[in-house]
């Protein structure tokens, strides 16, 4: 997100000019800055002073992270919800050998001819 070029206690005392009758086009062209933001600034801030602001950024900072773990959580869910769809008993290794598998598995040394056994006829 792009960094203001003001400071909350620099927007605060922008705002408290303009309450105190400056005209709001004569503050935009001081200050450098659109009636656009001015107006954006007053909707957001109007009535606050430097501690409610510190207040509203730790709130906003509070659930930006808040909706940043929901986001994982959610996404860890749909995981473990993927993984539950599946049947994981079909996976060929977790199923009985067939005999001629079981053979092979009991004598090493015949694989080849458990092999020759299991080949159709």
């Known amino acids: 997100m792009k960094k203001s070029r003001f400071s ?3 927007i605060i005392a922008i705002l408290k000019q303009a309450e105190g009758g400056k005209p709001v086009p004569e503050l935009c062209r001081e200050h450098g800055i ?9 909707s ?12 509203l950024k730790e709130l906003e900072e509070e659930n930006r992270r808040l909706k940043k773990m929901y986001a994982e959580e959610r996404l860890k869910a749909e995981i473990v ?14 199923q009985d050998p067939s005999p001629c598998e079981q053979f092979a598995l009991m004598y090493p040394a015949s694989r080849e001819w458990a092999a020759v056994a299991a080949r159709p006829r």
């Open 44 to 55: 957001k801030f109007g009535g606050m002073d430097a501690s409610l602001m510190a207040r």
């Open 81 to 94: 919800k993927e993984a539950l769809e599946k049947n994981v008993w079909s996976a060929p290794y977790l």
């Open 8 to 10: 909350d206690s620099q």
């Open 34 to 42: 659109s009636s656009a933001t001015f107006y954006k600034w007053r």
